[in-house]
């Protein structure tokens, strides 16, 4: 019988990383393990919600991880292999803007945007963003060993994984992680349907998932940060813009305004419309870094979602 854990409980949660964190249960290697994970809000936000339930929503519930989970055979000092076997989003999902969050700061106003999912896209059903769909790519936000010592918040990434939301840990991709303890205590949550690189609006099309997985530990190999294995990818043909400074961010942000400014010019977007937009289907890249003291980052965003505009 397959071991289920179900992040819907809240013994099953957790909202900081340490090792002081009870196990939620003990698997096996190489058993398939089925994970049911809430959205990043911790289910604060359900489909009925509206923008003014993001004024009451508790912070510091946000990106809850689903774990401990210990995992037989492994020991501190060793590495553990998470093999991503598949990720099903919920039949919905959901974007917020906030003034005080994201790359660009005091420009937007506070806004939630919903998504249907069906059919591998996501499209919002309304005037917002009208006739776009996004090709739904799941993959976990919140993936992450604990710590040996200290007491950490959920939502900067660390050395040991946790809020990295990388959109290559998908279905079919394997994820190293650094076992810190006995055990590895590891935990998953912050399902994502969509997401750009750099997640620029400050969150992707956050969504309920299950998840399949599996673990191997490597004995004895020891590794600092998390490495991967993602399945061969091709990339498609974008719209691209450019910043550069010799402040990565800043260099980030210009990309990402050069775009705004592009949508809203060729496609009659709103900027409103084009920072959502950016957030979920754009990627930012650090395209040159060594050419010191100046940073180039570009963004790109594939041109086929406005093919109905």
């Excluded at 689903?66 to 990720?87: C, F």
């Excluded at 059919?119 to 005037?127: D, L, N, P």
């Excluded at 946790?162 to 650094?178: E, I």
């Excluded at 997985?213 to 813009?241: C, H, N, Q, W």
Aim: with cysteine.
């Amino acid at each position: 019988m397959m071991i289920v854990v179900d992040g819907r409980m809240e013994r099953n949660l957790h909202f900081k990383w340490s090792p002081g964190n009870a196990g939620i249960c003990s698997v096996p290697q190489d058993e398939i393990i089925k994970l049911i994970l809430p959205d990043s809000s911790t289910m604060q936000i359900t489909p009925e919600s509206t923008t003014e339930t993001l004024r009451t929503i508790d912070a510091s519930r946000y990106d809850a991880a689903v774990g401990p989970i210990l995992v037989e055979g492994a020991s501190a000092g060793d590495t553990l292999e998470v093999e991503i076997i598949n990720v099903r989003t919920a039949e919905w999902g959901w974007t917020s803007i906030s003034p005080d969050f994201g790359l660009i700061r005091n420009r937007f106003s506070e806004r939630l945007i919903h998504w249907k999912i069906f059919g591998g896209f996501a499209s919002t059903g309304t005037s917002f963003l009208k006739g776009i769909r996004i090709r739904t790519d799941p993959f976990l936000g919140v993936i992450g060993t604990h710590p040996s010592k200290g007491i950490y918040g959920m939502i900067p990434p660390r050395h040991f994984g946790g809020n990295m939301d990388n959109r290559l840990l998908r279905s079919g991709s394997k994820l190293y992680l650094p076992c810190n303890v006995d055990d590895a205590m590891v935990s998953f949550g912050d399902p994502h349907a969509a997401q750009g690189d750099g997640e620029v609006c400050g969150t992707a099309i956050e969504t309920p998932a299950e998840a399949l997985v599996r673990f191997r530990v490597l004995k004895g190999e020891k590794i600092r940060y998390p490495r991967g294995m993602v399945p061969a990818t091709v990339e498609p043909d974008s719209i691209m813009t450019s910043g550069i400074s010799r402040s990565p961010k800043k260099a980030a942000r210009t990309a990402v305004e050069e775009m705004i400014d592009d949508i809203m010019r060729t496609k009659g977007l709103t900027a409103e419309e084009a920072y959502v937009l950016c957030s979920v289907a754009g990627n930012l890249k650090i395209s040159e870094i060594v050419d010191e003291p100046n940073y180039v980052v570009s963004m790109t965003l594939p041109r086929k979602i406005f093919k109905k505009l």
